[in-house]
């Protein structure tokens, strides 16, 4: 596997890596990861086949996990760290702390849950969640690894604004995202067939037994606010909402079962890396400082 891209942001201390969303890349965290360097060295990357990665052969969580594993060797890092990840970049985090307890100080996950399963839908009848998690999957699969119009990147900013997000951050995190094809347009990223094995990887994660398989202290960050209805999908409100209800209610049962676990919620959706730069920076400091 080829090393990951990496940012160095710098800084002295203990190391932080820090771990993008899917389809997303380290750009993602150009405005968090300078509030972190003191009293960290900060190491952002760019996963399989995302940003200016290349590509895997197969995507999956092991191969990834390896691909963080000879990245950190290249560093000269060799001592234990803390990997911040925020959505996948969370589960693989959080994958890491239990996969390589030798390795890892402690590990945050921002708002790294993926779909779950239907009893995580608290008041919804799990049958008919089963069907519209299938659509999700679904429609995640029709779009992974499409090409897009010239206009896209403007497009994702220009909706971004509306969350509080300055123009400025969005485009860029969103062009560093995608590859320019020539000729004009985007290719989302990683292309198709990474795309597909990553969400199937997602699919197959059983996150609750991962947070309680780690042995380090976790902290599980959950973003309080949902986007927006996307036209035509209003029914999402509804499930979201339930899931958030579910998501608050295992992380307590997981808190009070698994000592060293702490779960916060955030002011914000889940784009907060850019929505809510700062926020998510003082929880990640509060948490590292009591390690």
């Known amino acids: 596997m080829p090393l990951l891209h990496v940012r160095d942001h710098g800084g002295e201390g203990p190391p932080l890596l820090l771990l993008h969303g899917a389809s997303r890349s380290l750009a993602d965290w150009d405005s968090v990861a300078p ?22 052969p197969v995507w999956s969580f092991g191969a990834a996990l390896t691909a963080l594993d000879e990245t950190l060797a290249a560093q000269a890092i060799t001592g234990p760290v803390v990997p911040v990840g925020h959505s996948l970049g969370g589960m693989l985090a959080a994958l890491y702390a239990a996969e390589r307890p030798g390795r890892v100080r402690g590990a945050v996950d921002l708002d790294g849950f993926w779909w779950g399963r239907p009893a995580q839908y608290p008041g919804l009848d799990p049958e008919p969640v089963a069907q519209r998690l299938a659509d999700i999957g679904a429609m995640s699969r029709a779009s992974a690894g499409r090409r897009m119009p010239a206009d896209y990147v403007q497009q994702q900013a220009a909706y971004s604004t509306g969350l509080g997000i300055p123009y400025e951050r969005a485009e860029a995190a969103f062009r560093a995202s995608v590859r320019e094809l020539d000729g ?9 067939s990474n795309a597909l094995e990553m969400l199937d990887a997602m699919d197959a994660l059983d996150l609750f037994t991962v947070f309680r398989r780690a042995t380090c202290p976790l902290l599980i960050v959950r973003a309080l606010h949902r986007v927006p209805p996307t036209p035509g999908l209003e029914w999402m409100d509804e499930l979201m909402d339930a899931y958030g209800r579910g998501l608050a209610r295992d992380l307590t049962e997981l808190v009070t079962q698994r000592p060293g676990v702490t779960a916060e919620g955030i002011a914000a959706t889940h784009a907060m890396l850019l929505e809510a730069p700062v926020r998510v920076a003082e929880l990640v400091r509060t948490f590292t400082a009591g390690l």
């Open 35 to 56: 509030l972190l360097t003191a009293g960290h060295r900060v190491l952002a990357v760019d996963l399989p086949g995302h940003g200016r990665s290349a590509a895997a």
């Open 184 to 192: 004009g347009g985007w290719q989302l990223l990683p292309e198709r």
